[in-house]
């Protein structure tokens, strides 16, 4: 059974570093790229990024490039989100998603749970 | 905000049928895939490319394309179907994502 189980609800102040995380179990976790989705409250879907583990090939949504950063680690199975300098803007909730591929077509078949950030002073 | 778009909400009776769109220019090259939230809940994917389901999703849930126009349909819709609904496709350029701005379905 494919799962994605994301690390747990985080509060922090303003300028603080953060890195969030995603464990992947039940299939082979270089074979597909994992994708970063972030909501804010009572907002819609944004795309941050995606990361191919095999190789850590990342490509970032426009709108986040520069603003966080997407890592993997082969030997755990495990992706990340980690941010150097908080700001209240990035409070949301951030989903991981196995990411897969249909021709041109990128789909999300299995989501983490979601992690809640929480960013204020 | 998004280059494609969503109905903001529709509402069906229960066990009609409702259709879901997503409107943008990519969607005249590309295919969608569908997003089914519920409150308090990750997303779960229900539609992806021209017409597929995932394994444990109702045959009630489809797709379809036309023109810049990309469809989710619910027939026989029922209680649980009261969800948010994002479509994602490639953006105009090719070389990214992006989700519609979602549906509120409610199932009166």
């Known amino acids: 059974e494919v799962q994605l189980v994301q690390s747990g609800a985080e509060v922090k102040k303003p300028g603080e570093s953060l890195k969030i995380s995603c464990k992947a179990s039940?299939?082979?976790?270089?074979?597909?790229?994992i994708g970063w989705v972030r909501q804010t409250p009572g907002k819609g879907l944004e795309w941050v990024g995606i990361?191919?583990?095999?190789?850590?090939?990342?490509r970032y949504s426009p709108s986040f490039q520069g603003q966080a950063t997407i890592s993997a680690d082969k030997s755990t199975s495990t992706a990340y989100l980690q941010w150097s300098g908080l700001k209240a803007s990035d409070t949301a909730m951030y989903y991981c998603?196995?990411?897969?591929?249909?021709?041109?077509?990128?789909?999300?078949?299995?989501w983490g749970q979601g992690t809640l950030v929480t960013v204020s002073s | 905000s998004s280059k494609v778009t969503q109905d903001p909400a529709v509402s069906v009776a229960l066990g009609q049928t409702v259709r879901i769109t997503c409107q943008g220019d990519s969607l005249r090259t590309y295919y969608a895939s569908w997003y089914q939230q519920k409150p308090g809940q990750a997303p779960v994917l229900v539609i992806y490319?021209?017409?597929n389901r995932p394994s444990g999703i109702p045959d009630r849930f489809s797709g379809s394309n036309s023109g810049n126009t990309a469809s989710l349909t619910i027939t026989g819709t029922q209680a649980e179907d009261e969800a948010d609904y994002y479509c994602?496709?490639?953006?105009?350029?090719?070389?990214?994502?992006?989700f519609g701005g979602g549906t509120k379905l409610t199932v009166l």
């Open positions: 490319g021209k017409n």
């Open positions: 994602n496709t490639r953006d105009s350029s090719g070389n990214h994502w992006e």
């Open positions: 990361i191919y583990p095999a190789d850590s090939d990342t």
């Open positions: 998603a196995r990411v897969g591929f249909l021709e041109w077509l990128l789909y999300l078949d299995y």
């Open positions: 039940g299939y082979i976790f270089t074979s597909n790229w």
